[in-house]
């Protein structure tokens, strides 16, 4: 339904904190839904994604896409081998470090920087600016967005960090993840919002940013 070839997602952001892990997984998830096959690979030692598949089993869920813990410098030599059979891989990254989010960047086709409605985590983001500036040097076709996460539902401060990163490079998605209690309690369990209840605002925030991520790469 989506493209035919492998589309290498990779969430991305040295400031920690900011909703990585958590819009990659609820991502992942929806892609799965949709009837995809997704590779999920977690290159952070901390393995949120795999404790989060870990609780999944535990709960006894099914399956809802592989996750593989690869917290090491390297995948972009790996990548091509180890997503054989799936229709998109979605990268998982650690905060405070370089090398393994550096090799990563080579390994993406979109680069999704999630970042918090603050002051503090805009200017953070010259970090990760550096990282993909360098990575662009090898990559001219990678594309990079900004996703606007753990926006405080009824507050103007989404708007007003789209306004401070209006007309920059990365472009800033329209889709926002907002702050739910609802993601941190599903992630817990194991689970996405969508299948915790698929008629949520969450579930519907996810699904448009799987629409807006997919059809980027469109
Ligand atoms: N949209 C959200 N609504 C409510 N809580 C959230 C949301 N996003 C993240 N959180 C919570 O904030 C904390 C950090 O989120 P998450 O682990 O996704 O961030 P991260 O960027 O991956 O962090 P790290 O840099 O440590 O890997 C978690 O406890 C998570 O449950
Ligand atoms: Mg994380």
Redesign the pocket.
């Known amino acids: 339904m989506y493209c035919v070839s492998v589309t290498v997602f990779d969430f991305v ?1 040295q400031k ?7 819009s990659a997984v609820n991502f992942a998830g929806q892609l799965a839904l949709d009837g995809n096959r997704v590779l999920f690979v977690d290159t ?1 030692p ?1 393995g ?1 994604a795999l404790d989060w598949s870990a609780a999944r089993v535990t709960a006894e869920h099914p399956t809802l896409f592989t996750v593989v813990g690869y917290p090491r410098v390297g995948l972009h030599k790996e990548l091509l081998e180890m997503s054989r059979g799936y229709d998109h891989v979605v990268i998982d990254n ?2 405070r470090a370089t090398d393994i989010p550096r090799s990563n960047l080579l390994a993406a086709d979109v680069v999704v920087i ?1 970042v918090q409605p603050s002051p503090a985590d805009i200017w953070a983001t010259a970090e990760v600016l550096k990282l993909l500036d360098e990575a662009s040097v090898f990559k001219e076709d990678l594309i990079s967005v900004f996703l606007v ?2 926006r405080i539902v009824g507050t103007q401060l989404g708007k007003s960090v789209r306004a401070a990163l209006a007309g920059s490079t990365p472009k800033v998605l329209d889709a926002t ?5 609802v ?2 309690e599903s ?1 817990l369990e194991g689970q996405t919002v969508t299948e915790v209840d698929p008629a949520s605002a969450a579930a519907e925030e996810i699904r448009d940013l799987t629409r807006e991520l997919v059809n980027l790469n469109g």
């Open positions: 952001n920690g904190g900011v909703g990585k892990s958590t952070d901390q949120t650690p905060a999630p996460s753990r993840i907002g702050q739910r209690i993601y941190a992630f």
